[in-house]
């Protein structure tokens, strides 16, 4: 597997790295999918790595500080069995 380090991708790969993570951001969400890609934009911009990133995240998410778009119900979610 190739690092997903800044230091060893271009701005390029950075995109597609977060495009292939996140799946279709133009599914049939009700919006969500602006706010995910903007999280991780200091990564595409070479300035966060992605563990950076999930850390902090994950620590707004613990104390229950998480500032993101709010979500309704998933259209896709109703889907699932």
């Given amino acids: 597997m190739k690092s997903i380090l800044i230091?060893?991708?271009t701005r390029e790969e950075r995109e597609?790295?977060?495009?292939?993570s996140i799946g279709n951001i133009d599914?049939?969400?009700?919006?969500?999918?602006?706010?995910?890609?903007?999280?991780?934009q200091a990564y595409i911009d070479g300035r966060k790595e992605l563990r950076e990133i999930n850390m902090e995240f994950n620590?707004?998410?613990t104390r229950?500080?998480?500032k993101g778009p709010a979500q309704s119900e998933c259209?896709?979610?109703?889907?699932?069995p």
């Fill in 7 to 9: 230091a060893d991708t």
């Fill in 16 to 20: 597609r790295i977060v495009a292939e």
């Fill in 27 to 40: 599914g049939l969400c009700d919006g969500c999918s602006p706010g995910i890609i903007e999280m991780y």
């Fill in 59 to 61: 620590a707004r998410y």
């Fill in 64 to 66: 229950g500080t998480a």
């Fill in 75 to 80: 259209a896709w979610a109703a889907h699932t």
